[in-house]
């Protein structure tokens, strides 16, 4: 029996330490060997490998069972452990007699689902993303150079020291104006939503800086109420959000214009460093002056050549006057070649007119020849001379059938040399045997009249 013990009977009182090995015999004794479920909550991982957190209850219980998951066990899992999952787990039940701590020390673990705080926020994060309230085309840019930073977060906390220590570092001449606020528990969104109502209004500051430290999925579960995320994506200032710490995310993060791992990479982002800025500047400043340097020099040679230029005026007279005399003499020997040229040309010319001409006029006269024969041989007259007549009906409509005949009918014959009056006295059909010719009317001679030329002859 462990010394520490003794029987009620003898009225004596326990040791500290006896009681403790005591309750923790008859823990190991009734539960040596149990299998519980709840959610995993304040997850760690020493340097050595062994796990540390908290059980609870998904339904949001009050009841916290702290847990330890030594190094070969946590080997052995098939997944990565995270705050707001819901695991099974296997093991005994033990007291840590150096704190006098209640814990569970894990022997198996294995997934059992997501816990009910976690399925809440998947479930707000996508509808949220679905209205698109964390796209990248809305989140707005960060001014490049600000002079006035706001930093919302809890002055009691390590977070506003680890940013105003970053600031001091990186950009002493940056305004930092600190708007408190809860950053945890029931009324922390609340205080964080009038903290940016009251940044908007006052416009102290460029961009704004919301930040707590890391935590447990409780302890940053404000960072995922729907009022403050809204209000975040809402502000008319720029927001970076630095959460928790870089496994760490809220709906915060994602609705913020710029997330940053810790509060300290929050300042880092919000403000460059002084030293880097003064080291760009003072390469520009290189650059410029070389380029100034660089400039200065092509101009004072140019002016240098125009000066000496200048100096000797009678160089470039002299030059002109030889370049004229260049010219003059070209000339000189040009223009007695081109007049020859000219002079031949129009010789040649002259040559080919006066051969041309005749043969021209020789041409000429032959088709004037030919062209009198065939009007000659188209004139009526000469036909009228082979011995042909022109019949008409008297009014000078040429008569060229038979039908246009009739018996008795008066015609007009125009002959070579004159004109005579004839009667129709019997048609016939040509190839039909003509009947005996009448004795004719005597012809009427006009000695002085021409006969009439007509295009149907």
């Not at 998947?122 to 990248?136: C, N, P, S, T």
């Not at 940016?196 to 919301?210: F, K, P, T, Y």
């Not at 030293?275 to 004072?300: F, K, M, S």
């Not at 188209?378 to 005949?405: C, F, I, M």
Request: proline letters at 5%.
């Amino acid at each position: 029996m462990d010394e520490g013990f003794k029987p009620a009977s003898a009225r004596l009182t326990w040791s500290v330490a006896g009681l403790v090995r005591a309750i923790g015999d008859s823990l190991a004794s009734r539960f040596a060997s149990v299998t519980v479920e709840g959610e995993l909550s304040g997850f760690t991982r020493a340097a050595s490998g062994h796990c540390y957190f908290s059980l609870k209850d998904a339904d949001g219980g009050n009841a916290l069972l702290r847990c330890a998951l030594f190094r070969r066990t946590a080997a052995m899992l098939d997944f990565q452990p995270a705050d707001g999952q819901r695991v099974q787990i296997r093991g005994r039940v033990a007291l840590y007699e150096p704190r006098g701590d209640l814990q569970f020390v894990a022997e198996s673990m294995r997934r059992a689902g997501a816990g009910a705080l976690y399925e809440q926020f998947l479930r707000l994060k996508a509808r949220l993303e679905a209205e698109g309230l964390f796209d990248a085309d809305r989140k707005r840019e960060l001014p490049a150079f600000p002079r006035r930073i706001g930093v919302i977060t809890s002055t009691a906390g390590a977070a506003l020291h680890d940013v105003l220590t970053a600031l001091e570092r990186r950009a002493p001449h940056v305004e930092v104006f600190v708007y408190p606020s809860l950053v945890q528990g029931a009324d922390a969104p609340a205080s964080v939503m009038a903290a940016l109502a009251q940044a908007n209004a006052r416009r102290d500051a460029e961009v704004l800086i919301v930040c707590r430290g890391g935590g447990s999925l409780e302890d940053l579960w404000a960072f995922n109420d729907e009022r403050l995320v809204r209000a975040m994506a809402a502000s008319a200032l720029p927001v970076i959000a630095g959460i928790g710490h870089e496994t760490d995310i809220t709906l915060a993060d994602l609705a913020a214009d710029l997330r940053a791992p810790t509060p300290t990479a929050a300042a880092e982002l919000a403000a460059p460093s002084r030293q880097e800025c003064l080291g760009q500047l003072a390469h520009l400043q290189h650059l410029l002056q070389r380029r100034v340097h660089r400039e200065l020099d092509t101009a004072a040679q140019r002016l240098d050549r125009v000066a000496l230029r200048l100096a000797r005026p009678a160089e470039g007279l002299a030059r002109q006057r030889r370049q004229v005399a260049l010219l003059a003499q070209r000339w000189g020997q040009v223009l007695p070649r081109w007049q020859a040229l000219q002079a031949q040309r129009l010789e040649h010319l002259a040559q080919r007119h006066r051969t041309s001409a005749p043969q021209l006029l020789r041409a000429g006269g032959q088709r004037l020849d030919g062209l009198a024969a065939r009007l000659a041989a188209l004139d009526p007259q000469q036909v009228l001379a082979r011995g042909y007549a022109w019949l008409d009906d008297g009014q000078g409509r040429a008569l060229t059938s038979v039908n246009q005949l009739q018996a008795g009918q008066t015609l007009r014959a125009v002959l070579a040399d004159g004109e005579a009056a004839m009667a129709v006295l019997s048609l016939g059909s040509a190839g039909a045997e003509a009947p005996p010719a009448a004795p004719a009317a005597p012809a009427r001679k006009t000695a002085a009249r021409r006969p009439r030329k007509s295009a149907e002859g």
